[in-house]
C-alpha cells in the first residue's frame, strides 16, 4: 500500500481554501468564553473540550461553509490558533 504525503511547504496556506481542518482536532476549553453547552464534551474527570460529531469536525462548525457557528464565544485554544503556523501546515488539507 503506498501513503501518499501532500507537501504543503509550496501551497499558499489560508482558511479560504482550507476545510477547516483544524477544527478536526481536540480542543480543551480552558476558560469560559461562554461555549453552549450543547457543544462541549464533559470526560470522567470533568475536563472539558469541543464536541466533536461522527464525521471528525467540531460541532460548532458550520457543515456548508466551514465556518465557526459561535465564533464570539469560540474557546481559547481556538483564538489563539494561527493560519499558518506549523500546527495549522501539519493539520491544512487543501480543498480537492
Ligand atoms: S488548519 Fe489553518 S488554514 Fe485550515 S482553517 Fe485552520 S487555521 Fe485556517
Ligand atoms: S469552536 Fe469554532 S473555531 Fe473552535 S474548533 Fe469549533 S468550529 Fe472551530
Known amino acids: 500500500m503506498t501513503i501518499s504525503l501532500k507537501n504543503v511547504s509550496d501551497i499558499d496556506v489560508t482558511c479560504a481554501n482550507c476545510q ?7 480542543v480543551m476549553i480552558i476558560s469560559d468564553t461562554g461555549v453552549p453547552d450543547k ?17 471528525g469536525w467540531c460541532s460548532a462548525v458550520d457543515r456548508d461553509t466551514f465556518l465557526c457557528t ?3 464565544n469560540r474557546p481559547w485554544i481556538c483564538r489563539e490558533f494561527e493560519m499558518g503556523s506549523d500546527e495549522c501546515r501539519d493539520v491544512f488539507n487543501v480543498v480537492e
Do not use: P, Q
Open 70 to 72: 459561535i465564533y464570539e
Open 39 to 55: 457543544h462541549i464534551s464533559v470526560d470522567e474527570w470533568g475536563g472539558e473540550t469541543m464536541l466533536r460529531l461522527d464525521d
Open 20 to 26: 477547516a481542518c483544524c477544527c478536526r482536532m481536540e
